[in-house]
């Protein structure tokens, strides 16, 4: 009986990381895309604008320069992610054709807003406790505003972790890596 023999077979396995949400680049006008908010992107920035309201809400009447600073923070912060929301439920990413690296300018902004709210978290706060100028029956509202203020600290920093990886897997060769860094003798 013949033994039969068979070359060896290497198997090699790749493994790809996508981005967390690519949009879709099936239409080149204005769509609705409400698959975005399903993803953990999506669902951090629908929180992002719920604890933003919150914090609007429990920091309105600005007695102190702290609250006027924390409120100009939650304010600017909520109406830039409510834009972003814009862009990804309306697909404006792929409508508008501009030279824009999208990620890495949500990226920036994400990023810069959760650098201002542990700032102003923390003015609100201190500005809260140390004060005597706001009114008793507040003071708890702008504690609570400040504690909200943390807590969406931590969800654009969240935020800003799942931009960054987006942008890296986007991006595999960054223009920082070339040899303009380098050294020259």
């Known amino acids: 009986m013949m033994a039969e023999t068979h070359p060896k077979s290497e198997v090699s396995s790749t493994v790809t ?6 949009a879709p680049q099936k239409s080149s006008g204005i769509s609705l895309c409400l698959e975005y908010f399903k993803t ?3 669902i951090i920035k629908i929180i992002e604008l719920v604890i ?3 914090c609007m809400a429990c ?3 600005a007695w102190t320069n702290g609250t006027h600073w924390f409120l100009f923070v939650v304010v600017t ?16 990413k792929n409508a508008i054709n501009l030279p824009i690296d ?5 990226l920036i902004l994400t990023a810069l807003f959760a650098v201002l709210y542990i700032i102003a978290s923390i003015v609100q706060l201190i500005s809260s406790v140390t004060r005597p100028r706001p009114p008793s029956r507040l003071k708890p509202f702008y504690i609570l505003s400040g504690i909200f203020g943390i807590f969406n600290l931590i969800a654009y920093g969240i935020g800003s972790f799942y ?3 987006d942008w890296k ?7 920082f890596s070339g040899s303009v860094l380098k050294r020259n003798p």
Do not use: K, M, Q
């Open 52 to 54: 933003g309201i919150f």
């Open 163 to 165: 931009l960054y990886r």
């Open 59 to 61: 920091a309105a009447p």
């Open 40 to 42: 953990a992107p999506g």
């Open 77 to 92: 912060a909520f109406v830039s992610t409510a834009l972003w929301c814009f862009i990804y439920l309306l697909n404006l």
């Open 169 to 175: 897997d986007s991006h595999p060769h960054s223009s």
């Open 17 to 22: 990381t996508s981005p967390t949400y690519a």
């Open 102 to 106: 999208w990620l890495l300018t949500e």
